[in-house]
DNA sequence: AGGTCATCTCACC
DNA sequence: GGTGAGATGACCT
């Protein structure tokens, strides 16, 4: 018996997009395990990305796990455009985010924990990561960002290109529906496009 | 061992 | 502004 994953999903007012929650209950733990959160142009694909990956959907008037309501209020209140440290705020909900398993190297580990170090409405460029880092594998810098499950919480929307330009957003580069919601999070944090 | 990549620099035009 | 090569290094197969 494998555990399961339950998915909730619903449109943000504040962002062209579906955003999806996946999270595990741990039994022993008696404890949500936030698995991911990913962005979806509609609720159609959500819905088709929920059934291949087989999770349990939560429809919207179910019961659901407070924490995740919580969670949800939580991530409604910062897309509204409120100063809010997603990452202390669900540590603060226990709500177990489990990093080291999501990134097993030290690289990526000292990659995201730059991130999260972020403060709201601060940029920061591959680059000046590298520098931090004390590595040049800038290309690699943005794989670890690119296969960031928790968006949001951890801030890659804030990391851009040296040069000015946008960067990639959700595996994506150049103007895509992706990287214009990357746009739309660096403006409701402050920033003009 | 070879390919991919959400980058950067530098050299051109 | 725009291209394209080369460096770079983590992380896959």
Redesign the pocket.
């Known amino acids: 018996m494998v555990n399961i994953i339950f998915s909730i999903y619903f449109k943000s007012n504040h962002l062209d997009a579906i955003i999806l929650i996946s999270y595990e209950y741990l039994e022993k733990e008696k404890r949500i395990k936030l698995e991911e959160i990913k962005f979806f142009e509609n609720a159609a694909d959500a819905v088709t990305y929920i059934k291949t990956e087989d999770f349990a959907l939560i429809e919207e008037d179910a019961m659901i796990h407070d924490r995740i309501q919580d969670l949800r209020n939580l991530l409604t209140s910062y897309l509204s455009g409120k100063n809010v440290d997603l990452y202390n705020m669900i540590q603060g909900l226990n709500i177990k985010l489990s990093l080291k398993e999501k990134f097993p ?1 030290k ?2 580990q000292e990659v995201i924990k730059t991130v999260i170090n972020l403060n709201q409405g601060e940029l920061t ?3 000046e990561i ?1 520098d931090k880092i004390k ?14 499950p928790l ?1 949001l919480v951890i801030p ?2 804030r ?1 851009l ?3 000015g ?1 946008i ?7 150049d103007k895509t529906w992706e990287t214009n919601l990357k746009k739309q999070l660096l403006k409701l944090e402050g920033h003009p496009i």
Not at 135 to 148: D, E, F, P, Q, T
Not at 167 to 173: D, P
């Open positions: 190297t690289f990526s460029t591959y680059f590298g590595s040049r594998a800038y290309r690699a810098i943005g794989n670890v960002l690119k296969h960031n968006p890659c929307h990391v290109r040296k040069n330009e960067g990639g957003y959700m595996g994506k580069i």
